[in-house]
């Protein structure tokens, strides 16, 4: 369903046609990630134009990525297989509250990576 409302923003903002949203979301078969990886390789949606239509989808902030910088401590608050698996890394940390950048954030993923940070 998220791969079809994100989808529905990338047409109606004409950065995709119809026919590969639908093209689109039968290979990705509801995979989040490789339904953003064909609409950014195949059909040439862009990158900034992709991360918006996600974060209205899922009601989060959108970050450009090129101008964060990495801490190791502070990526270090999740576990690498906690980071791998949720495609997820910390980036700040401030009065308890961890800021993190997910590739796709799903319900299940954020749970999984709040339930890690506590």
Known sequence: AECMRIGQILAEREQITPEHLATALQQANGDLLQFGD????????????????IGEVFGLPVADTKHVELNAETAALLTEQIARSNC???IAEENGTVTALVAAPSPDRIAAVEQSVG
């Open 88 to 90: 997820v890394v910390a």
């Open 38 to 53: 064909i609409l950014l390789g195949r059909f040439g949606a862009g990158r900034q134009d992709v991360a918006t239509a």
